[in-house]
Each structure stands twice: as C-alpha cells, then as structure tokens.
C-alpha cells in the first residue's frame, strides 16, 4: 500500500529520501588528461545518490512503502509540516 503525505504549509517541502531502500545508482562520465603522455580518456564512474521528493504547498503525493524510515521524512512529519492521509 502507497503512502499518501500532505504537505500543510503555505510553502514548498523537499525532503530527501535518504535511507538504504531508496538509493540508486548513477553513472557519471569525465573526460581527463594525463599530463605525463598528453593523452585524454574517459573515466566512468559509478555513484550511489539519494532521490528527493518536493511537495507543493497544499499538495498530496504519494510516497513508496516505508518512506518514514527516511530521517528527512520522519523530521517533516515530527515537525508537522507534512501529514499523512
């Protein structure tokens, strides 16, 4: 079952979902040079980021199962900015 969160404020709400069940992975490409040859590669990393939600004023959203155990979350509710319907 979603989650459903109102936000309650006149203002914007953006809460990062920052726990282990959210985070994806994002691959990132640069092109660098070696100084020693002169030569330029591609150098492919892979980076690990946390996706954030923003809820408008007055708006209702839908979260996935166990957004709460997010801290960011947790601390919009706590601090009554977000409710949940």
């Known amino acids: 079952m979603a989650l459903k969160l109102k936000n309650r404020t006149k203002r914007l709400v953006e809460v990062n979902l920052d726990h282990a069940d959210f985070m994806t992975s994002v691959e990132h490409q640069s092109v660098e040079h070696n100084p020693a040859t002169g030569m330029k590669g591609v150098r492919v990393s ?4 946390f996706p954030s939600v923003m809820v408008l004023a007055g708006e209702t959203k839908n979260f996935p199962d166990g957004a709460l155990k997010a801290p960011s979350v947790k601390a919009a509710v706590d601090r009554q900015e977000l ?3």
């Open 46 to 49: 892979q980076r690990r980021v």
């Open 83 to 85: 409710r949940e319907v």
